[in-house]
């Protein structure tokens, strides 16, 4: 239930957003707008207004905007004062880019807002895993394995925690900061001068056992039926301990088999799977689809110019990692197995909802910029492919004929139908995949 409320919640927000561009835009360019429709039948309400029939219907994933003269296909038309066709070539061009930026900027609003509000960041356990030679932290005698008891006599429960309590400590003036480390069944207290936070935490980094987050619906590790939580012992063979060790051998493996030894409760597990190419900020890398392991999380606040720097930065670097998969796709076509429906969306959504409320809309606003992205590749039905027909009208001084325009829509509308199946049969090939490797799992268990 918790899926099906997130999917609707976000399908309906972002198509709602984006038909309401579309609308908004027409009337200012002198286009007609005759009915705006949100949502699929049947019919909640309606009313009329200026000329327009709105109406509200009961399934919210869906919307229209119907325009004066869409009839423009029909042999003998006449364009009229207020019509599609009636309107100048730029004008239509504004109208369909209303839709995409209305999305953009739903998607630059929401991240701005997560900003001011506070970005969920993954804490860990107050646990050493390496110290940085000539550190502070070295210097102090810290070595891989110390926990972190306290810090300034203030108890410590997680890195995060150390962290906060340090900067405390410092605010009362204290003129060297006193942490106590457990080691070995003992506790040793080091001292670390005033002002020294910085550079004590640079040198350190926390440990983060080798444990899989949350499963990524479509990816590999989700059709091998792994589970949050099962604990990775070994990576083709080779014993690993933190969650580094674990990421830097799977990620070197694009396309090759990888066989996880792993621990599930008091069970030991073996299973193979293919690690799919993804763009990260570093390259193409592995990716089976698993998040790191959390020990906790906490808010992180920014102020309004940081929150609008991030929130730019974020959507710029979302915007470059679609088009890089794009052209994945185009150059390599057997990788169109990882597209996803809404089948998947509803899991992402499900599982999202589950972590937060600022979670989910941080995924709306990753989709809606895949929404914008998307809207304007130059595809017939498409906005951006209305963009396309009317620059070139632009260009050529007058549309295409009529009988081209209409074919290259009948062929744009096959090649979205193919491509939706394509999506879904996707997804229920994935499902399948996993129910078919769990049942393995557990019938191997078992034995």
Known sequence: MIAF????????????????????????????????????????????????????QAIPVGG??????????DQGYVPQPGDYMACPWWGRV????????????????????????GIRVPDFEPVVDTVAPGSLAQRLGVVPGDRIVSVGDAPVASWHGADAAWERAERA?????????????RQDT?????????E???GLTPLVPARLGDIQPGFPAYQAGLHKGDAVLAVDGRPVRTWEEMRSLIVTKIDRDVTLTMLRGGDTLRVTLRPVEQQTGEGAAGMIG????????????????????????????????????LFRLVVKPATAKQLGSILMIG????????????????????????????????????????IFFSVLEGVRRRPLPVKVQSFIQQVGVVLLIALMLLAVANDGLRILNRRAAVRSQQQGTAK
């Open 5 to 56: 409320l997130a999917t609707i919640f976000l399908l309906g927000v972002m198509i709602l957003v984006h038909e309401l561009g579309h609308l908004w835009m027409a009337r200012r360019v002198g286009i007609r707008v005759l009915k705006f429709s949100f949502g699929f039948p049947p019919k909640l309400f309606g009313f009329t207004r200026g000329g327009t029939e709105y109406v509200v």
């Open 64 to 73: 229209y905007v119907k325009l004066a003269g869409e009839e423009a296909f």
């Open 94 to 117: 504004l109208m369909a880019l209303a839709g995409p930026l209305a999305n953009l900027a739903t998607a630059l609003v929401i991240f701005f807002a997560i900003g001011l509000a």
């Open 173 to 185: 003036g204290s003129d060297r900061v006193a942490v106590v480390l457990a080691r070995g069944g």
């Open 190 to 198: 080091v001292r670390a001068v005033h002002g020294s936070r910085a």
């Open 200 to 202: 004590w935490f640079a």
């Open 290 to 325: 698993i998040t790191i392991p959390e020990f906790g999380s906490y808010r992180q606040r920014l102020g309004p110019l940081e929150a609008s720097a991030t929130a730019v930065y974020s959507i710029g670097r979302t915007i470059s990692l679609i088009y890089k998969v």
């Open 347 to 386: 899991q992402m959504a499900g599982e999202t909802a589950k972590k937060g409320f600022s979670d989910l809309m941080a995924l709306m606003a990753s989709l809606s910029i895949m929404l914008f992205v998307m809207n304007l590749l130059p595809l017939p039905v498409l906005d951006g492919g209305v």
